[in-house]
């Protein structure tokens, strides 16, 4: 049974910093791309970070220079660290593993084979 459990959301204030952490169990780690993405109440869900199976990574223009996103295939674990958030970071986060998920600039959320269930991080001005 594929799992992808998220942890590590919270609420803290606008300049502020919290790293988010993705366990993966139930497959080969190193199959599938890793990525987060989020979702704000009434909007879209959209890619923040990728990271491909060769440790390349990719970033959303709105988190450039702020998130950074790494993987540590011994212990199966994907991790966001995020920095000098804003109010617009506000979001459920997901974690993601699939193929090509980071494409030509865009992300697809129609090619990620796995979704965990998501943590909340909510930044306060």
């Known amino acids: 049974q594929v799992q992808l459990v998220e942890s590590g959301g919270g609420s803290v204030q606008a300049g502020g910093s919290l790293r988010l952490s993705c366990e993966a169990s139930?497959?080969?780690?190193?199959?599938?791309?890793m990525a987060w993405f989020r979702q704000a109440p009434g909007k879209e869900r959209e890619g923040v970070a990728c990271?491909?199976?060769?440790?390349?990574?990719k970033y959303a223009d709105s988190v450039k220079g702020r998130f950074t996103i790494s993987s540590d295939s011994a212990k199966n674990t994907l991790y966001l660290q995020m920095n000098s958030l804003k109010p617009e970071d506000t979001a459920m986060y997901y974690c993601?593993?699939?193929?090509?998920?980071?494409?030509?600039?865009?992300?697809?959320?129609?090619?990620?084979?796995?979704w965990g269930q998501g943590t909340q991080v909510t930044v306060s001005s």
């Open positions: 993601a593993a699939g193929d090509n998920i980071w494409s030509g600039g865009l992300f697809y959320p129609s090619r990620v084979t796995y």
């Open positions: 139930g497959y080969t780690y190193s199959t599938y791309s």
């Open positions: 990271i491909s199976q060769d440790g390349r990574t």
